[in-house]
C-alpha cells in the first residue's frame, strides 16, 4: 500500500500541463478615464437672475452651472472642460457689454471673467457670436483665457480656388495632456480639438460676413482635417460642433452639415454640440433608430452630448481609453446631462446646487451695471 501511494503522489508531481487545470486569468491593461465636459448656448445668462422678469431664478444661469462643474471635476482624475458657443450674446448684460466696449480701454466681456475662473480648455464659435460684428467678436475674444478653434469659416478670397483658401481662425489645436491611468501611472495622451459652425451663419449675419469671411461644408471640412491632425500625433479627436443634430432650414447641401453627418465621418472619438438648445442623451428624443444608444449617449457608436442652453445643464462624457497595438483607442463610453434643478410637485423647480461664490463675485459690478441698464431702459 505504501508502494502504491507514493506511486499516485510521483505520478500526479510529473503530470503534464495539459493535465493540469489551473485557470490563468490575462491580466487586464490600464485604461485611461477622461471625463468631458461641455457648456453650450449661455448667451451671456452668467448670473442666475432673469433679467426680464427682474428676479432670482434656479432655471438658469453659469453661476449654479458652475457648481455643477467643480463638483464633477471632484469625481474624476482627468477632466477636460469646453465650451460650444453662443456665449457673448443673449441677455441685458450681454447687450450692455456691446454697448460700452468700445468706451472701455480694459473691457473684458462679462462672461469671460466667469468662463477664465473655472479653466477651460478650449472652445469653439455660435453663430450669435457674430451678431455685433467681427471687431466685438474679436475683441471680445482677446479676454478669454483659453484657446477658441473654427475650421470651416475661412476668409473671402473673393475667387472660386479652394486650394489657396486661410482659415479665419485657428481650425484645430493638439492638447498635449498627462492624465493618470487606473494603474496610477502618468501617460501622455495628444488630444486633438476641432471646431464647427452650422453654415446658416453666414446667411443669418450677412452684413458682417459679405465680403469678409464664408463658411464651407462641416462635413468636407472634417474629413480634410482629421488626417491632418491624426499625422500631427493627435491620439483622439473631440469635435465642438455649433450646429444641431439635424440640418438648420436654409442650408445648401444638408446631408453636410448636420451633427447627425458628423457621425458617419471615420477618425471620431466623442462629439461636443449645440446650437438648437436641445438635451442629448435625452429618453424622449424623437430619432430613436437602430444606430441611436439614448442609454450609453451614442450615435453610430460615437459619443455626443449636448447641454440644453443658458446654463441649465452640463453635458459630461466619460471615455475609457486603452492603448491598443501601441495606439490610444477609446473602449467605452458614456454620456450624461446634469441640470442644475429638479422638479417636484406642480412642476415645481427645485435648486439641485448653490450659485458658485467665485462667479457671483467676480460679475458683481457687472450685474449690478445691468441692473441700472434694464431700469433706465424700462422707464
Known amino acids: 500500500m505504501r508502494n502504491l501511494l507514493l506511486f499516485v503522489i510521483i505520478a500526479c508531481l510529473i503530470a503534464s500541463p495539459a493535465e493540469q487545470v489551473i485557470a490563468i486569468e490575462e491580466p487586464v ?93 478650449g472652445a469653439t464659435l455660435g453663430n450669435h457670436e457674430f451678431n455685433f460684428g467681427l471687431d466685438f467678436l474679436q475683441t471680445s475674444l482677446r479676454g478669454a483665457d483659453f484657446p ?89 479627436i473631440i469635435v465642438l460642433a455649433h450646429a444641431g443634430l439635424a440640418a438648420d432650414e436654409g442650408v445648401v447641401n444638408k446631408s453636410e452639415n448636420s451633427v447627425m453627418a458628423l457621425t458617419e465621418v471615420e477618425g471620431i472619438d466623442a462629439i461636443l454640440y449645440g446650437h438648437s438648445h436641445s438635451l442629448f442623451p435625452n429618453d424622449d428624443y424623437f430619432l430613436q433608430q437602430q444606430f441611436i444608444n439614448i442609454e450609453k449617449g451614442t450615435i453610430r457608436s460615437i459619443p455626443l452630448v449636448q447641454a440644453g442652453y443658458w446654463g441649465n445643464h452640463l453635458g459630461i462624457i466619460d471615455l475609457s481609453i486603452r492603448k491598443v497595438n501601441d495606439k490610444w483607442k477609446v473602449v467605452d463610453s458614456r454620456s450624461e446631462v446634469r441640470s442644475i434643478y429638479k422638479k417636484s410637485g406642480k412642476d415645481e423647480k427645485v435648486p439641485v446646487v448653490q450659485p458658485d461664490e467665485e462667479i457671483i463675485d467676480a460679475l458683481r459690478n457687472d450685474h449690478s451695471n445691468t441692473l441700472e441698464y434694464v431700469k433706465n431702459n424700462k422707464e
Do not use: C
Open 29 to 121: 491593461p490600464p485604461s485611461i478615464e477622461l471625463r468631458i465636459l461641455e457648456t453650450t448656448d449661455l448667451h451671456s445668462y452668467m448670473m442666475d437672475y432673469d433679467y426680464r422678469n427682474n428676479k432670482e431664478t434656479v432655471e438658469f444661469g453659469f453661476a449654479r452651472t458652475a457648481s455643477v462643474i467643480k463638483e464633477a471635476r471632484k469625481e474624476a482624475k482627468n477632466v477636460l472642460l469646453f465650451d460650444n458657443g453662443d456665449l457673448i450674446q443673449g441677455s441685458a448684460l450681454a447687450e450692455l457689454a456691446s454697448k460700452t466696449y468700445q468706451f472701455d480701454q480694459s473691457f473684458i466681456h462679462p462672461a469671460f471673467k466667469a468662463l477664465n475662473r473655472l479653466q477651460y480648455d
Open 148 to 236: 477658441y478653434v473654427n475650421a470651416n469659416i475661412y476668409v473671402e478670397d473673393h475667387n472660386l480656388h479652394a486650394f489657396d483658401d486661410i482659415n479665419y481662425f485657428n481650425p484645430y489645436m493638439i492638447l498635449d495632456k498627462r492624465f493618470t491611468d487606473t494603474m496610477g501611472v502618468e501617460q501622455n495622451v495628444k488630444v486633438g480639438v476641432i471646431g464647427l459652425i452650422t453654415p446658416i451663419a453666414a446667411k443669418w449675419d450677412e452684413e458682417h460676413f459679405k465680403g469678409k469671411i464664408k463658411i464651407k461644408s462641416m462635413v468636407s471640412t472634417l474629413k480634410h482635417f482629421i488626417p491632418i491632425m491624426k499625422s500631427e500625433g493627435a491620439d483622439i
